[in-house]
């Protein structure tokens, strides 16, 4: 009889299987020990890449480790979230998701190359803003009103630029012609702070676009700003009046966006990255901007944030389907 050897190898199994869990328990603990990735799948300067700076800085402190801005723009946030999507599952990768990239992007494209849902591990939402329609200075339209009937009387005339197609930007140009009944020429760009430059220097005609992004020039007097997408006026452009004021009744695009990770993350992991983001949005610095910007922070559980991109899922589906629009 071989009682004893068969007792050593499952003595020996168990040991191993004790050892590995407590080295990972260990790994999670001591969690995070190098500096961590932030992926941001839009370009430097853009508006997504100006509101997360500061929280990244201050998320780096609560973590007691450098939390660094990488930015991976271009396909509409695809291209960094895909990237994001693909990482190491070991929480020194996390990445900024939103209402593209978890959101519209499923109706958008047939083949998308990650599921929201299932090839990310929400953490928690973060921020919330309006956007601001803004024209060329010389457009001869002063509001929306003048923009429309300009519209109608040049049909097919008047570009409208966008951060890619299926960006909320985007989406937002195509319910704003569907609803005033003009044909507008759309105009992806690459990079939104390259189409709002091309506003300012007057190749391009409009654009609707993150306060964030666009607030700069707006102050600088090298665009003029039309209306705002929201249902209460922006606190930072008060005599700007919303489109739901110009007419519109009922218009409302509000952007938001929160921390991803790719799926397999622990969740010891999650958790703790989700109490230090909600310290990280309260921090001075991340308050002070956000004001500025008229961004507001809206921190959440990760079953909060699930529930949002859920939700938000079936009713862009609803408005792509609606409006025509397609990346395929």
């Not at 610095?285 to 859920?310: H, Y």
């Amino acid at each position: 009889m071989q009682v004893f050897p068969s007792r050593i190898r499952r003595a020996l199994s168990l040991l191993l299987v004790l050892c590995a869990a407590t080295g990972a328990g260990a790994a999670r603990a001591d969690w995070p020990a190098r500096p961590i990735k932030l992926i941001v799948p839009y370009a430097a300067g853009s508006g997504p890449d100006v509101v997360l700076r500061p929280i990244a800085d201050a998320l780096g402190r609560e973590l007691g480790q450098p939390v660094i801005v990488d930015n991976r723009g271009g396909a509409g946030g695809i291209v960094g979230t895909q990237a994001l999507a693909a990482a190491q599952p070991d929480g020194y990768t996390i990445g900024f998701g939103n209402i593209v990239t978890l959101a519209i992007n499923k109706s958008m494209y047939a083949k998308l190359p990650y599921d929201p849902q299932r090839s990310l591990a929400p953490v928690s939402l973060a921020i919330s803003n309006a956007l601001v329609l803004i024209a060329r200075n010389d457009l001869p339209a002063a509001n929306v009103q003048e923009l429309v009937a300009y519209a109608k009387q040049h049909p097919g005339k008047v570009s409208v630029g966008s951060l890619g197609v299926g960006s909320s930007a985007h989406l937002a140009g195509e319910m704003l012609k569907s609803e005033t009944g003009t044909t507008m020429l759309h105009v992806p760009y690459k990079s939104g702070q390259q189409a709002v430059v091309d506003i300012a220097g007057g190749q391009l005609d409009v654009m609707i676009d993150n306060v964030a992004g666009v607030l700069p020039f707006i102050r600088a007097g090298q665009v003029k700003v039309l209306g705002a997408t929201s249902l209460k006026r922006v606190p930072v452009l008060p005599d700007v009046p919303t489109l739901d004021e110009s007419g519109l009744k009922g218009f409302e695009v509000v952007s938001w966006g929160g921390i991803v990770t790719p799926a397999g993350v622990p969740q010891p992991v999650i958790d703790r990255l989700n109490a230090a983001i909600a310290r990280a949005l309260q921090d001075p610095a991340v308050l002070k901007q956000n004001e500025t910007l008229s961004v507001d922070a809206t921190p959440s559980t990760p079953a909060q944030f699930a529930s949002l991109i859920a939700a938000e899922i079936p009713r862009w589906a609803v408005m792509v389907r609606q409006s025509g629009a397609s990346a395929d």
